[in-house]
Antibody, heavy 122, light 107 residues
């Protein structure tokens, strides 16, 4: 079935970097926008980044802009999130999610990974 | 940025009850509104997109309505598997924002 599998989470010290990966399978990865969404322990959902299907556009909220970079390798069906200058408030479960197709003006997160935990602590 | 609010923040209901959750956007978002269900320890699941379109595989007891700034998610007859937290989310403009969630638990 259509699947997203995240990896790369772990415990990291404040100020350090971490890269998350999200492997996609059983759908045409290169035809969809992709997102990262996070959820701090016991808190709600926060959208983190989007990349268009062809890598032409990326957007971030102010909370991560300039520190996080989303990228994708359509030949490897893989999405990435490079996280630099990590802070304690970045501690969360990070989900990758499939967005709208290249043929749609709509963006709803219809497929989600299982999530990977990132803990920023000294 | 567009702010999303939800009410109530939590509710207690019984199996078979009709449940309504409200979501409000700080500015008009047309019908660029999605609803998700999340159970503890699990990833969110898309229920409704474009304010009123039922995602494939989602039971028909779930429905959505609204446009502009005011939206509603209705569960017509609450089932045991529906006890969860529900989030609205706008996809009208970045940064895409979620509501704070509504927790539905057993009365």
């Amino acid at each position: 079935q259509v699947q997203l599998v995240e990896s790369g989470g772990g415990v990291v010290q404040p100020g350090r970097s971490l890269r998350l990966s999200c492997a996609a399978s059983r759908f045409t990865f290169s035809s969809y926008a992709m997102h990262w969404v996070r959820q701090a322990p016991g808190k709600g959902l926060e959208w983190v980044a989007i990349i268009s299907y062809d890598r032409s556009n990326e957007y971030y909220p102010d909370s991560v802009k300039g520190r996080f970079t989303i990228s994708r390798d359509n030949s490897r069906n893989t999405l990435y999130l490079q996280m630099n200058s990590l802070r304690a408030e970045d501690t969360a479960v990070y989900y990758c999610a499939r967005g709208g197709s290249r043929y749609s003006s709509r963006d709803a997160f219809d497929i989600w990974g299982q999530g990977t935990m990132v803990t920023v602590s000294s | 940025d567009i702010q999303m609010t939800q009410s109530p923040s939590s509710l207690s209901a019984s199996v078979g009850d009709r449940v309504t959750i409200t979501c409000r956007a700080s500015q008009s978002i047309s019908d660029y509104l999605n609803w998700y269900q999340q159970k503890p320890g699990k990833a969110p699941k898309l229920l409704i997109y474009a304010a009123s379109s039922l995602q494939s595989g989602v039971p028909s007891r779930f429905s959505g309505s609204g446009s502009g700034t005011d939206f509603t998610l209705t569960i017509s007859s609450l089932q045991p598997e529906d006890f969860a937290t529900y989030y609205c989310q706008q996809s009208y403009s970045t940064p895409f924002t979620f509501g704070p969630g509504t927790k539905v638990d057993i009365k």
